[in-house]
């Protein structure tokens, strides 16, 4: 039986965002630590199942895969201590690669992510010279079923007004050459979370993901 993300996972989170305080998750402590520890072996299984199509990531440890839940607020307007969300990144920057999966747990906004956020300006630069290149193999990528079935297409969300220095005006591709990151994002209901059938669900969504990391990772391979 596979296991799944517990209504009191998502209660814990409904509750710190409503408490979101040092004194209140002090006294809470051990509801975090249940917590933590559900979404760990939820991620765990998930690294077993991606790591079928995607070897590379069955080397990770779920622990290490998670983000920390406490926030860095010291250049944030925001002081709340803690984040109201589960996070856990598979394969993100590990090795030459830059793209990867990412999993958001929070009640009423949780949602399957992959590709490359926000690279570095010198990746950047690399994988839109791979689009430039390679167009058509970028839209085909974009085109296939699986992969439009799950998406909307690529977060548009941020991007450049014009195309990038070093790019021609008029290039095929220059409106994802604009993009300041390649990101496609697929919405996951809280009842989701709560089937046994989440783990195989999920991992064939981030397999669709899957061209969209190789083609991104390519220029880094060599």
Partial sequence: MNPVIENSTLQFLRELS??????????????YISANENVIVFVEKLIEEIAKFDEDI??????KSLFR??????????????????????G????NKV????????????????G??????????????????????FLEILKKDDFR????????????????????????MAEYLKLKSFVVIHPVADAELHSEKAIHHFSKIYQSIKPLNDFLDAPFSG
């Fill in 18 to 31: 409503r408490n979101n305080n040092r004194e209140w998750f002090l006294e809470n402590k051990e509801k």
């Fill in 58 to 63: 069955g080397k990770l440890d779920a622990k």
């Fill in 69 to 90: 839940i406490y926030r860095d607020v010291r250049f944030s307007k925001d002081k709340t201590p803690y984040k109201s969300n589960f996070g856990a990144g598979l």
């Fill in 92 to 95: 993100i920057g590990k090795g």
């Fill in 99 to 114: 793209s990867g999966y990412y999993l958001h747990i929070e009640p009423g906004k949780s949602f399957l992510a992959g």
């Fill in 116 to 137: 490359a956020y926000q690279p570095k300006s010198p990746v950047l630069k690399e994988i839109r010279k791979e689009i430039s290149m390679n167009g058509a193999e």
């Fill in 149 to 172: 079935n799950n998406f909307r297409g690529l977060s548009v969300e941020d991007k450049l007004v014009k195309v990038p220095q070093g790019f021609e005006k008029y290039d095929p």
